[in-house]
């Protein structure tokens, strides 16, 4: 069921099968920020993840000496949520464990997912609550996918993203099966701006680590549109598109990351994993701004 947040400049709609983030729209010029989700390039416009980010080896691992099977970025993306919280300017939705998240994850936990609308900026906050009597080991992080171009004069390459400080940017290169090799690719070196390029993601996703920023700005040299994604406390950052001439680009925050090619499989020792002992909270907030 599709629910609706609205205010005098935007109307944000988000979908309850994923708690999915599936409009963001500048009412004055009937503008869709977000991704349309077109089937024939890529079917979603702004998965969350959990409990794990990215693909696991032969995507299984193991805990407790038994061994589970998850798809990559988890089950959450196609569970149904409940909305527990529904006012006019915020909607806050709830995954509990079932038996069918106990099936591919041994832990009994809740997440909650919040979107919060004030004026030109929508908040997206993450609760993961352990209700479990043992520690809890878990990844989560966000997939919005945003509209490039914006407008129909406009050009893929007339966009960029422009970080808050300098960054010399090295991605980290994953292999066909989402893991990562432990090889690097410089791309840009002590600049705050990245130049969105099809290219790119011929190699998949850009993968970021230990960024200094904690905002960035995706915007064009010829448009008037600014989205300013503010990500502090994700200390991992993807960026990406399907490859080819896909006419999107997806930021993403994450707290995880895809497991290596030497992972040892066990979940505790899974890079980015996220330790939490019973009845703890752990939260994490990013945001869009339009300007």
């Known amino acids: 069921m599709l629910y609706f947040l609205e205010n005098n400049s935007f109307r944000v709609g988000i979908e309850s099968l994923g ?26 416009h702004a998965p969350n993840l959990f409990p794990i980010v990215g693909e696991l080896p032969n995507q299984q691992y193991t805990y407790d000496e038994q061994t589970y099977t998850m798809e990559r970025h988890g089950f959450a993306r196609k569970k149904e949520f409940e909305l527990i919280e529904e006012h ?16 591919q994850y041994p832990f009994k936990f809740r ?40 407008y129909p004069n406009e050009q ?4 960029f993203l422009e970080f808050d400080q300098d960054e010399t940017l090295r991605r980290h290169l994953i292999d066909e099966n989402g893991l990562q090799t432990g090889e690097t690719e410089l791309i ?41 994604f503010e990500f502090e406390g994700f200390p991992y ?9 896909s006419p999107y680009v997806c930021i993403e925050p994450w707290c995880g990351i895809a497991s290596t090619t030497s992972d040892s499989g066990e979940l505790q020792e899974k890079e980015g994993i ?4 019973p009845k703890q909270v752990f939260e994490r907030t990013y945001s869009i701004t339009v300007w």
Request: avoid cysteine; aromatic fraction near 10%; proline fraction near 6%.
């Open 88 to 103: 006019h300017h915020k909607l806050v939705f709830q995954l509990e464990y079932d038996e069918e998240t106990l099936a």
């Open 19 to 44: 708690a999915e983030l599936q409009h963001f729209i500048k009412k004055d010029e009937e503008l869709e920020l977000i991704w349309t989700a077109n089937p024939a390039v890529w079917a979603s």
């Open 274 to 277: 996220n330790e939490l002992r």
């Open 156 to 159: 893929y390459s007339d966009y």
């Open 188 to 228: 840009a070196e002590q600049s705050p701006v990245l130049p969105l390029k099809h290219e790119y993601f011929d190699k998949d996703a850009i993968i970021l680590k230990n960024l200094n920023s904690e905002r960035l700005v995706l915007a064009s040299h010829t448009g008037p549109r600014r989205i300013v």
């Open 237 to 245: 950052m993807g960026i990406w598109a399907k490859p080819g001439p």
């Open 111 to 150: 997440l909650l997912v919040a979107y919060k609308l004030m004026d030109n900026r929508l908040e997206v906050t993450y609760q993961v609550l352990n209700e479990d009597t043992k520690t809890m080991w878990f990844s989560v992080g966000g997939h919005p996918g945003f509209n490039v171009p914006l």
